[in-house]
């Protein structure tokens, strides 16, 4: 078995019991740090990518969303999922077609979520949405790399916050053949067990951007991955946003204090 099955291998049963924490980094940088940690798994952010480029989160384009596939996967020996948005494409032959560019960049995985980018229709209807996601199934498979395709329900994340949907929509994308299902933004005990019941024995992405829970009580909840999205980056922006601020108004330099090593963080691998 070669190396890249092998990472895709172990990465698919990453996902078949407990629970783990796939962190976000925004950068080869943030990536290594992150390995360095010992978490066995990481996750892009779209985010954290589009921010280090100074846009919005939905202005990064195809070709530098891969680019940025290629740098982290080689920058780290663990395994990459991708935020891959929702495909860079609506139809679904050119979701396959993006699909399998993302597939041979190394990842051990990518996500597909279900949100338009359009305010008055911010959802694909039910059934497009579905045929999105067996697109990238069917992009996987043709591509024989076997990563774990995860699909994304976007109802908590664009204000229309309705578990039954979610709930139906994620059935749907486990019959279409993905292997994880994410709704993104869900922020109750009660909501994270309705789903991980509803989707059994799928395997559920519980999103933490906010401390309203830990690792061991979304274990609990039978959670068996955990990812933060942007928020770490957003964590990193807030430190330097402070100390610019206070040079700025006050001519202070008092957060220069007890900063990390980052050149030995980082001597250590070059």
């Not at 950068?27 to 940690?37: I, P």
């Not at 954290?48 to 384009?61: E, I, K, Q, S, Y």
């Not at 399998?100 to 949405?129: N, Q, V, W, Y």
């Not at 959670?223 to 990193?236: C, E, K, N, Q, Y």
Request: hydrophobic share 45%; net charge negative.
């Amino acid at each position: 078995m070669n190396v890249r099955v092998d990472r895709v291998a172990a990465f698919h049963r990453l996902h078949s019991s407990g629970c783990f924490v796939m962190p976000n980094p925004w950068d080869a940088g943030s990536a290594r740090a992150l390995e360095q940690l010992g978490f066995r798994a990481l996750a892009t952010t779209s985010a954290g990518l589009a921010w280090t480029l100074g846009r919005g989160d939905d202005h990064v384009p195809l070709e530098q969303t891969i680019e940025h596939l290629r740098v982290v996967v080689v920058a780290v020996d663990v395994h990459v999922n991708a935020n891959f948005k929702a495909g860079f494409a609506v139809d679904p032959q050119h979701v396959t077609v993006n699909v399998k560019r993302a597939a041979a960049t190394g990842i051990a995985g990518l996500s597909i979520e279900d949100s338009t980018g359009d305010e008055t229709h911010p959802l694909h209807d039910f059934d497009l949405a579905v045929e999105r996601v067996r697109a990238a199934r069917q992009a996987i498979d043709e591509s024989g790399t076997g990563i774990v395709l995860t699909a994304r329900s976007e109802g908590f994340v664009i204000g229309r916050p309705d578990i039954d949907e979610t709930i139906r929509r994620l059935r749907a994308y486990a019959d279409a053949g993905a292997d994880c299902l994410y709704a993104p933004r869900i922020g109750t005990a009660e909501h994270i067990a309705s789903i991980v019941a509803a989707v059994s024995p799928t395997p559920v992405n519980l999103l933490i951007n906010a401390p309203f829970i830990t690792v061991a009580e979304a274990a609990a909840l039978g959670v068996r991955r955990i990812s933060v999205g942007g928020t770490l980056a957003r964590v990193a922006w807030a430190g330097f946003l402070q100390a610019a601020q206070d040079i700025a108004d006050a001519g202070t330099f008092g957060r220069f204090d007890r900063l990390p090593d980052v050149e030995a963080l980082f001597s250590r691998r070059s």
